[in-house]
């Protein structure tokens, strides 16, 4: 599968964005799906994950309440919905897929996509 996330750019402290990963290929659906995010000069690091089916999703705990994780599996789609944006959450967001149950740990994904600038002032 090819990834292809795309939705960043710069907001202020408090906006929204949503940023969204177009997968190619027609087994969209058996992937488990991740968001993950670098930040200059630090680690990669989880952000969010969503099971094949959409039913459960997890999220690191920063972003819990804030961001959404979803995925439109007719439309090959994956979307993090980021609300109430803080500097912090500055980075390069990437999108991931894993051809077996969800996972939180990078290493574990099969596929990524070219990551998308988010940027965050205050």
């Known amino acids: 599968v090819q990834l292809q996330a795309s939705g960043g750019g710069v907001v202020q402290a408090g906006d929204s964005l949503r940023l969204s990963c177009a997968a190619s290929?027609?087994?969209?659906?058996?992937?488990?799906m991740g968001w993950f995010r670098q930040a200059p000069g630090k680690e990669r690091e989880f952000v969010a994950a969503i099971t094949r089916s959409g039913s459960f999703t997890y999220y690191t705990d920063s972003v819990k309440g804030r961001f959404t994780i979803s995925r439109d599996n007719p439309w090959n789609t994956l979307y993090l919905q980021m609300n109430s944006l803080k500097p912090e959450d500055t980075a390069v967001y990437s999108c991931?897929?894993?051809?077996?149950?969800?996972?939180?740990?990078?290493?574990?994904?099969?596929?990524w996509g070219q990551g998308t600038l988010v940027t965050v002032s205050s």
């Open positions: 290929g027609r087994t969209f659906s058996i992937y488990g």
């Open positions: 991931a897929a894993r051809k077996r149950v969800v996972s939180t740990v990078q290493g574990e994904y099969d596929y």
